[in-house]
């Protein structure tokens, strides 16, 4: 008698003797691997600047004694938070054993004074639109043409404040939140740097970082790049909430193709 039918004897009614139905087999759900890029490209996303650690660092102004840069004013809204000579600045970073290793940073906090004294700032890669460009600005015009005066670094500075400080509107530095005042000619250059930056697509070859500290004044500085960094505009989380959504989608999408 075959395995699938049920014991009853044969004089039993026919309907007795039906086949029992077998027990039906587990569901295989099969990996869909169209989604594993989109996947992958999200928890790459999910990692974000917080993978990138900040570290400490023991830094000191050296000072400008050579009185170089240009006099000019620099307001947001209508609070003066700067009067004085806009220039590169010149800091060292202070190493074990008292040796100096000396690079060039901008200010990117007004308001704060610097110090010549030994303090500890946070160092941490600047990312985000904001760093990006920064990242461009540094690539289409630092120590870009034959001429790196006191007009070009004060333009450069106030390109920097302009990026960092403007809030809405579009990045003009005779105008909006944040402008200066007192020089025309640094003004005028400095929107052109502006404009280069803004209008960048290629590939940047900084690495920004910036510099804070809870006393004194915040810098950024740059690392030029041996491999150059394309310039990608980090996500905004509606960016990241339509991600979400279209990966939903495509879920949705490959489930109802998968066999029954």
Known sequence: MPAHWLPWPSWAPWWRRVAARPEPRPRRTRM???LLPAAAALALMSIGPSALAATDVSLAWNGNAAKTGVQLNAFDGNTKVFGGLATELSY???LTGGARDSF???CIEPLQSNTKLTATYSKSEFTGET???LAALYTTSYKTSATWGNTEQAAFQVAVWELTQQTGGLYDAGT???RV???DSVVTLANSFLASATAFTGTSTYAIYKLTNSTYQDL?????LDVPNTVVQ????QTYAMLLAGLGIVAFNARRRLPR
């Not at 980090?234 to 989380?237: F, T």
């Open 32 to 34: 869909n691997t169209r």
């Open 92 to 94: 060292s970073e202070v």
């Open 104 to 106: 060039a940073a901008f």
């Open 131 to 133: 760093g990006s460009l």
């Open 176 to 178: 909006g939140s944040f």
């Open 181 to 183: 005042a007192g020089a």
């Open 220 to 224: 950024i500085t740059a690392t030029k």
């Open 234 to 237: 980090v996500p905004e989380p």
